[in-house]
């Protein structure tokens, strides 16, 4: 795979730097892709076909909006709401979904 670097923005890159650079000061710093949020990486994945395909995506944009749910539901499950998800079915649909991805990228 071709380097993921250019595909994020140099913001984004920049936010990613700035917290290994704080891990190194503790010895906790991994490599800069670790150290990029999960917003950033489903913005590699989406932009690199490869990966689209790997994960078994049918499209960019189904690619795109399971990022947009699943970081709802982190969102949602890190800020203790109330209810972390409205649809049962749709969350069970998207605990699956999940499932899914994960074994496809080993």
């Known amino acids: 795979m071709k ?3 250019p ?7 920049d936010m990613a730097k700035k917290l290994i650079d704080a ?3 503790n010895n906790e710093a991994l490599t800069l892709l ?5 917003g950033d990486k489903g913005t590699i994945v989406q932009k690199t076909l490869e990966l689209v395909e790997k994960l078994g995506f049918e499209s960019k944009s189904q690619c795109r909006d399971f990022f947009k ?11 203790s709401q109330q209810k972390i998800y409205h649809d049962n079915n749709e969350f069970i649909a998207l605990i699956l979904q999940i ?3 994960i074994k496809n990228s080993i």
């Open 3 to 5: 380097s993921w670097i």
């Open 7 to 13: 595909l994020l923005l140099e913001s984004r890159l």
């Open 23 to 25: 891990r190194m000061e």
């Open 34 to 38: 670790d150290n990029t949020q999960l």
């Open 69 to 79: 749910k699943i970081e709802k539901l982190r969102n949602n499950t890190a800020h």
């Open 99 to 101: 499932e899914r991805v």
